[in-house]
């Protein structure tokens, strides 16, 4: 897989019965997968569950060895849909993706595949991307559970909960024929911790012996009059299943002292961030030790009706920690209670906000207003933080993301900011992925960002006056896999918008960590690539294409860009832009190079630099750039007062800002250092000559200079 | 060494790093330092954008094993720090201290802050017209106040010199803080556990270990005055001294010498000339004039450039910055582009005027300038064109570029003497207006067409009223919002809010 190897995770996936497993969250459910027996897995790579595709993608003789089936899927549509072979047979299948983009992307496939149910247990792991450090749009994987009637866990972070988990949701999963949901929180996922293993288990039906011999039931495929029966199913026969499963075997958890008069009900995934606030106010320890009773719910949907009855019976009132909104917990227990008929007062999103990560910050202060005022002698004395001076707040810099240094694409968004000082302000259609970095400082292009794959769909409601301005739309290779091709191009081809389309072939699915997908350039044991995206948008039916194989030619680009804004050309125009994603090409070539070097190979290292003589401190070339290489300093001329351009050691030597200050006429201060390791012996011999030379050439014009000196 | 925690078992760990700085390796290695004596550890983070140069708060627990009262559950660890629960703080860079002291990560009762002092830039700070940085002794007085102990170096530059990264030197600044209870080769064997670049990483950790131990060293002093080398030289810097306030002598001198170089002690003279003209005016106006009057009177030319591109402390700070080894060679391309106009500046007044005025010559040798050129400067065909270039110099009083620049400053240093007589707050203002003037082609006319829209509305709207000064300060620093001079045609047009309509 790509340009990462992940060859020691694949070792922590071998261990066996007994053995100790130490790493992070995602690989711990990881092997979880493979201790369940699981028969097959796909997904689609995204924060924060990549781990676990790139590690099974790496673990291709492990899952051969077991007669597992592992893919990547094009789409979490595609993943969704594989679930598909656990509803005529007895194989444990597990998909994961991000969530909630992810989850929309396959709730057609999940809808199916709810209604349908299943035989062997199907497990869908989200990562639960949501809060600090987020990308995408914060909302809830609990409304699709809801909706679709799919179990949902949120197990309690702690690597044996979660990984046993993983078991008891296939095992809760058989029992009920219901697909069911594994959440895992962004830092769950990355958090560190042991376990100890088991053996892995080779599935007892492989897919291959499924497709030997095939099975059918009438009653399982979504049809009418079959729907009918699912809905019925749904409600009768699997729900009080899964309840029966939850409550027999366990899976929520009780802490802390059996009797009091309140209490707390918590989503698992929010249990130890509870805990810390508990012992900051004196009521618990670093151990869980709690001294209130706490009703963990490793499983959020459905809700054990017995339980939360039998909890809150007793108790004055109950606080309710649901993070995110609408709180679809607190409104299925207060109905609970009133059904039951008891007077336990539920507090929820009264004392807790609405919206927002629940950190420990701010449960404490949740915690604290609900002690207040139901048990005040219990209650923490509030603390006032001490006021951060403003004038701290108005020195410290906000970081944006950005691109990386050298990266493919910020060249196409230079030479965009420079087309569009000939042609004004285009309305530009984002999508998803690095790319979309462009939105913010220092080129601000971009209006809106409907998805993953729609830059081109997005942008298809924009049909130019005679004359006017075409709206242009970006994509990147991983997108135009997703779906791009059909949803973006095949749609405006059909409709014969007048747009152009700029899709981003840096090689990867580099947002999501370097994946390989169709269009990569690199070879793959287990999959096919190189297939160009030129070639699939002209089988589209696309006329006008470029393909630009090197974006940091920023005044090629620009031109181009130009001409497709401005090309008689009617229906969709498609530029590919081509560079290697450079944080991949960097893993790749540094060892290679540093090799080389050391064999006594011929290697040429180039950085740039800016001559702080000649630069006079406007940056321009910083606001058309945006690398982080390209920084500033302090002016050494003591006359000038403004910092000027510099360049660091971390620079590539990719060429762009070289690149912008000729297409953009900036300043003579850039120079490029080609830095020459094991030079052959002609070129040591001609610069020898040469240094003779120009150093004679310096001497006389050092005499010049000393002649007119201060 | 001292251990915090006495009163409970765990240690609570925030590190504020940004992208590419290896705070995940450093985070790994406190976690197996604690884990192989004694602790549990858990780390979590939220890596999501911070390759792509976001900053990344890095979060770990340790808890003693078997501490008072045995026979434990495993402990439930937080997955965030908590406001005025965080025992130590690493921070990769100033600004990111001054970060966790706003999150509310450091506080002065438990905090050990231990930050690099220097600066990454962030894009606002780097993308402004003109200086748009923060104010770093406002972080480092803050980090002084606010933590129980504050240990700032620069691990940027203590990693570059020992040959190492940042994440081992705040790793051996975290040992020798004595903030964590495990002994110094316990950590180094968490390095060495780690496997990679070991020998390098120990060396950035001894660095860091030692620099802990010792305080923030006092910022180096300024250099000395310049003094003068030559009898030329000498002459003009007695006249100065003589007839400068001392204030303008620094400034004046710079001013003088970057004349000398830039043309011949006869322009310094000029320069002398008119420092002194104003500062028989006003006093007050002597330093500001002598920066930005030596700063306009050498302006940037080709033939500037071209002396500044051969000279051979040049390449070698070229050859030192990126660190040419022995037995390896260099070569150095420059990034030119001068097009018709710079050209023809260039020439002789008359030639030059006469071709940017013609239309058909413009048609026919423009497009031999319409192309950057890479210019190879360790080669020689380029060198000599260049050093041609250079030896131009003489003959640069009668190029149009100088007749066309000294008849703007003439224009200028009217305008501030005019404004002098009465109001030399505002003559100081005008003179730093010379500050918008920079680059070299588009920017270059960015800047001369904001400073003459300032002198003019200044001329037309500004002289005589009572805040002169502070409103003409106001227009530069529109000048100085946008490059579409957005803030700056809005500021000059509130300038007249009754200008009639005509």
Not at chain 1, 522 to 533: L, S, W, Y
Not at chain 1, 657 to 674: I, M, R, T
Not at chain 2, 220 to 237: D, I, K, S, V
Not at chain 2, 419 to 437: H, N, P
Request: net charge neutral.
């Amino acid at each position: 897989m790509a340009e990462r190897s992940f060859k020691k995770e694949v070792e922590k996936l071998r261990l066996g019965a007994g053995e100790h497993f130490e790493g992070e969250g995602i690989l711990a459910v990881t092997k979880a997968l493979l201790q369940a027996g699981v028969a097959y897995v796909g997904g689609y790579q995204g924060s924060p569950i990549s781990h676990l595709m790139d590690v099974f993608a790496d673990a291709d003789p492990l899952l051969r060895e077991l007669g597992v089936h592992f893919e990547s899927s094009a789409n979490e549509a595609a993943a969704g849909a594989m679930l598909a072979a656990s509803v005529n047979y007895p194989l444990r299948g597990a998909v994961a993706w991000k969530s909630v983009v992810g989850t929309n992307v396959a709730s057609d496939a999940l809808s199916n595949l709810a209604s349908g149910g299943v035989t062997g247990g199907a497990l869908i792991i989200i990562g639960e991307d949501y809060g600090e450090g987020s990308s995408i749009m914060q909302e809830r994987t609990h409304a699709f559970a809801m909706k679709s009637q799919m179990w949902l866990l949120d197990p309690r972070p702690n690597l044996p909960t979660m990984v046993d988990m993983v078991e008891k949701g296939f095992e809760l999963s058989e029992a009920s024929n219901t697909p069911v949901m594994i959440e895992m929180r962004v830092r769950s996922c990355h958090m560190t911790g042991s376990f100890v293993a088991k053996d892995n288990r080779r599935p007892s039906m492989t897919v291959g012996d499924a497709a030997q011999t095939p099975t059918r039931d009438l009653d399982r495929i979504v049809l009418p009059p079959a729907i009918f029966l699912h809905e019925i199913e749904k409600v009768e026969k699997r729900w009080p299943a899964a309840q029966a499963f939850v409550r027999n075997n366990c899976l929520n958890e009780w802490f802390g002292p059996e009797r009091d008069d309140i209490g707390i009900i918590v989503q698992g995934g929010l249990f130890n961030t509870l805990n810390r606030a508990l012992e900051l106010a004196g009521l618990s320890d670093a151990w869980g030790g709690a001294k209130l009773p706490i009703y963990c719910l490793n499983v959020v949907y459905p809700l054990i009706a017995d339980e939360v009855v039998e909890f809150c019976a007793g108790k004055k009132a109950v606080l309710v920690l649901e993070e995110g909104q609408p709180e679809f917990i607190e409104h299925e227990l207060n109905t609970i209670l009133r059904r039951a008929d008891l007077h336990t007062r539920l507090v929820g999103k009264d004392v807790l906000p609405r919206a927002g990560e629940y950190s420990g910050q701010v449960i404490g202060d949740g915690l604290a207003r609900f002690l207040e005022q139901w048990s005040p002698e219990r209650a923490p004395a509030r603390q006032m933080a001490v006021p951060v001076e403003p004038e701290l707040a108005a020195n410290v810099p906000a970081r944006p993301a950005g691109f990386c240094t050298g990266c493919p694409e910020r060249p196409i968004f230079s030479a965009m900011k420079l087309v569009q000082r000939e042609l004004g302000e285009l309305h530009v259609s984002a999508d998803i992925g690095c790319h979309l970095f462009s939105i913010l400082p220092p080129f601000h292009i971009g209006n809106t960002t409907m998805g993953y794959g729609l830059g081109t769909a997005g942008a298809s409601a924009f049909r130019p006056n005679a004359g006017g301005k075409r709206a242009v739309a970006m994509m990147g290779d991983g997108g135009f896999w997703h779906n791009g091709l059909t949803s973006g191009i095949g749609n405006a081809v059909f409709n014969q918008d007048d747009t152009v389309t700029i899709v981003v072939d840096n090689g990867y699915s580099a947002a999501t960590g370097g994946q390989d997908i169709l269009s990569s350039r690199a070879d793959n044991d287990i999959r096919t690539t190189r297939h160009p995206i030129e070639k699939a948008v002209r089988g589209m039916g696309v006329r006008w294409a470029r393909t630009l194989t090197r974006t940091y030619d920023v005044a090629r680009m620009r031109d181009t860009l130009r001409e497709a804004l401005t090309s008689p050309e009617k229906g969709p125009k498609v530029i590919v832009a081509q560079s290697e994603c450079m944080l991949n090409k960097q893993r790749r070539i540094k060892p290679q190079l540093a090799k080389a070097a050391s064999e006594g190979k011929r290697v040429v290292r180039e950085r740039f630099g800016v001559d702080a003589d000649t630069c006079t401190g406007d940056h321009a070339c910083i606001r058309l750039s945006g690398c982080p290489s390209l920084s500033i300093r302090p002016n050494p001329d003591p006359l000038r007062q403004h910092p000027v351009t510099h360049i660091d050691n971390s620079c590539v030597g990719c060429g762009n800002c070289g690149e912008v200050a000729h297409a953009a006429v900036l300043c003579p201060s850039f120079w490029k250092a080609s830095i020459i390791t094991n030079p052959r012996r002609w070129e040591r011999v001609a610069a020898k000559a040469r240094k003779w030379i120009i150093g004679a050439l310096q001497r006389s014009h050092a005499r010049t200079l000393a002649a007119r000196a201060f | 060494m001292e251990i915090f925690n006495q009163h409970r078992d765990r240690i609570t760990i925030a590190i504020l790093a940004l992208g590419g700085e290896g705070g995940g390796v450093l985070a790994d290695w406190i976690q197996v330092v604690a884990r192989q004596n004694g602790y549990v550890a858990q780390g979590t983070s939220v890596p999501g954008v911070a390759q792509r140069t976001g900053s990344t708060v890095y979060y770990i627990e340790l808890v003693r094993i078997g501490a008072a009262g045995g026979n434990r559950p495993d402990p439930v660890l937080a997955m965030m720090p908590v406001r005025g629960d965080v025992d130590i703080v690493i921070a990769s860079e100033l600004m990111e201290a001054g970060r966790a002291i706003l999150r509310g990560f450091v506080s002065k009762d438990r905090t050990t802050l231990i930050g690099s002092t220097h600066r990454v830039y962030a894009i606002s700070e780097k993308s402004a017209l003109g200086d748009g940085t923060g104010a770093n002794a406002r972080i480092l007085d803050a980090a002084e106040r606010r933590a129980a102990r504050f240990i700032g170096f620069d691990m940027a530059e203590a990693a570059q010199s020992a040959g190492s990264v940042i994440s081992s030197v705040m790793f051996g600044a975290m040992a020798g803080s004595g903030s964590l209870p495990f002994p110094r080769e316990a950590f180094e064997d968490a390095v060495r556990h780690g496997g990679k670049a070991v020998a390098a990483n120990l060396k950035g950790f001894a660095s860091g270990f030692d620099a802990a131990g010792r305080a923030l060293p006092a910022p180096a002093e300024a250099a000395g005055p310049r003094a003068p080398t030559t009898a030329a030289g000498r002459a003009l810097h007695d006249r100065l001294c003589r007839s400068l306030p001392e204030e303008a002598h620094a400034l004046a001198t710079d001013g003088v010498a970057r004349l000398m170089e830039w043309q011949d002690a006869r322009y310094a003279e000029v320069y002398v000339d008119r420092v002194e003209e104003l500062a028989a005016i006003a006093p007050a106006l002597a330093a500001p004039a002598a920066r930005h009057l030596a700063l306009w009177m050498a302006y940037e030319d080709p033939i500037r450039v071209a002396d500044l591109k051969i000279r051979a402390t040049r390449s070698a700070h070229i050859a030192r910055e990126v660190r040419v080894g022995s037995g390896q060679l260099l070569r150095v391309t420059e990034y030119m582009h001068p097009r018709l106009q710079e050209v023809c500046e260039t020439l002789p007044r008359r030639i030059g005027s006469r071709i940017l005025a013609s239309e058909g010559w413009r048609r026919r040798l423009e497009p031999f300038f319409a192309r950057g050129r890479h210019v190879e400067t360790t080669g020689l065909r380029w060198f000599i064109v260049l050093r041609l270039l250079a030896a131009m110099r003489p003959f640069r009083r009668g190029s149009l570029r100088y007749a066309m620049e000294q008849e703007r400053i003439g224009r200028w240093l009217d305008l501030v003497r005019d404004v002098a007589r009465s109001d030399v707050d505002a003559a100081v203002e005008i003179l730093g207006c010379q500050a918008l003037v920079k680059g070299y082609s588009d920017t270059f006319e960015r800047g001369i067409a904001n400073l003459e829209t300032i002198l003019a509305a200044v001329e037309s709207h500004v002289i005589g009223t009572p805040d002169a000064a502070a409103r003409i300060a106001a227009l530069r620093d529109a000048a100085l919002q946008d490059e579409e001079g957005k803030a700056l045609g809005c500021a000059v047009s509130q300038l007249s809010p009754v200008r009639q309509a005509s």
